[in-house]
């Protein structure tokens, strides 16, 4: 065999290993004859008739996702911006409707999106965007459902990933929400304040009625001591005005010996009037003759009965 031999061999299965290709998983390839339709190959290796056939396009039947950005106004005219995530793929029955059918389908998909979140926002308040976003994705699925499904795709889900109010929405907000628990915050404040309030006023009343008690214990306890101690005298011959002057003296004599135990302690008497501290003078001598004779009284009541008692004590003859 010459050379032009191998020329002519070399160039043959040339041309027909460029009629080989191979169409990757999950894709399907379009084949073209002289710009007419042929075929659709599925995965594996094919063979087309070189220079007539050409691969007009590859489609994939991979989930794809498209991002879209819509900026409307809510029904208490709010400006925000909503980020919708469609999930979408083509029908593997129906990769010719989706190739020919459709241009550009996400154009197209971005058209209906706009569509749906527009007609549907509007109608809802802000918050109830922010609460009902899962009927504003159902919305668009199920139009976009209806609309791309004669176009030979499928729409597996939409969602609304992002709304974005207005800045100074989103800042007026924020000071709601700040002063909302502000005052949630005093609220609770007031009330530990009013509950301190009343358990601090309880307690001191509480303390004023033990006060009180024990006073009133106190005076008893006196008057109890003292009813006993006019007692004790009346039974030794000492009558009631002689006791009573007793004991005004004694509580005297016992109020200036605490003040003398205190060393710091002074004692100033100031009467009104000269009469007044002449008669305050007297009034204390005759306390102290009157406490004499009474001392002197109980002496001599005393030797008398001593001495009665001896005269009982002797022997009868």
Do not use: C, W
Request: hydrophobic share 40%.
């Amino acid at each position: 065999m010459d050379l032009t031999t191998y020329v002519i061999i070399f160039v043959v299965v040339l041309i027909l290993s460029s009629g080989l290709f191979i169409v990757k998983q999950q894709t399907s390839a379009i084949v073209e004859r002289f710009g007419k339709f042929i075929a659709i190959r599925k995965p594996g290796l094919h063979f087309k008739v070189p220079v007539i056939d050409k691969i007009a396009g590859r489609v994939s039947l991979r989930i794809l996702q498209l991002d879209v950005i819509v900026e409307t106004k809510t029904k208490d005219d709010v400006f925000v911006k909503l980020k919708v995530s469609v999930q979408y793929k083509i029908l593997a029955d129906n990769v010719y409707d989706a190739f020919y059918k459709l241009d550009f389908p996400q154009d197209q998909i971005t058209s209906y999106v706009f569509d749906v979140v527009r007609a549907v926002v509007p109608k809802m308040r802000l918050d109830d965007v922010f609460e009902k976003k899962d009927e504003i994705a159902n919305a668009v699925k199920g139009e976009l459902n209806d609309a791309m499904i004669n176009y030979g795709y499928d729409i597996i889900k939409a969602l609304v990933t992002d709304i974005d109010p207005d800045s100074e929405v989103k800042t007026a907000m924020n000071r709601i929400n700040a002063a909302e628990r502000q005052k949630i915050a005093a609220q609770y404040e007031g009330d530990a304040a009013r509950i301190l309030i009343v358990e601090k006023a309880k307690a001191e009343a509480e303390s004023k009625r033990l006060q009180g008690q024990g006073i009133a214990d106190q005076r008893r306890e006196i008057a109890r001591g003292l009813e006993e101690s006019v007692d004790v005298l009346n039974n030794v011959g000492i009558n009631s005005q002689e006791a009573s002057a007793l004991i005004v003296v004694t509580q005297h004599y016992d109020t200036l010996q605490s003040i003398g135990e205190e060393t710091n302690s002074n004692l100033i008497l100031l009467p009104n009037s000269p009469q007044a501290g002449s008669d305050m003078l007297n009034n204390m001598v005759a306390s102290f003759t009157a406490s004499n004779q009474i001392g002197e009284a109980m002496k001599i009541g005393n030797q008398k009965k001593k001495n009665g008692n001896k005269t009982d004590e002797k022997p009868k003859e």
